[in-house]
């Protein structure tokens, strides 16, 4: 028995949940940049995985840095700093126009990441770290497949011996010609007529 609900991850960078669902319902959560082994991916998820709702979400990091692009609106620099240079005159700020100051002006300042250049390497590794997320998700439905799997035998067993404790107090009852008197509180309970009885 295998369970539909687990979790599996590897590297950090790619999760997988699963939870009940009566076919399989896979969820891609991708960077832009990644879009590109989306079908792989799902070809790789449908391979392993048959029914449950499934969510994938891979995030990736760059182990370098990524170059950096810095703009800067020299008109609104200069505006700013003779505002905030008039207000300290007034005595209306205490301090000067820093560089954290510009950074929370969108149009004086803004930086932008050079975006992550991905490609086939890439999509391999992609790949081989969903597959250990994959393998880790399965042995865990794998096992809690076996816990329940073992409850259920246990329930199982105690159904069979309630059932057939029911049949042993049910065959004298049937016996013709045989009844049997059950107490319950102050008064006794006798069955009918034995050929009212069916078998």
Known sequence: MRSMTGFGQASGENRLRAVNHRFLDVQVRLADELRGAEAA???????RVARGRLEARVDVRPLGERPARVEVH???VRAAHAATHE????GLLAGELSAGDL???PEAMRVELEPDQWDAEDDRLLLAVADQALAQLAAGRELEGRSLGAVLGRRLDELTAVVARLEELRQPAREPGGWRSCSRGSRSIRPASPRRWRS
């Not at 207000?87 to 007034?90: K, S, T, Y």
């Open 41 to 47: 991916l799902r070809e790789r998820i449908a391979a």
């Open 74 to 76: 020299a008109g609104v």
């Open 87 to 90: 207000l300290v005159a007034q």
């Open 103 to 105: 950074l929370r002006l």
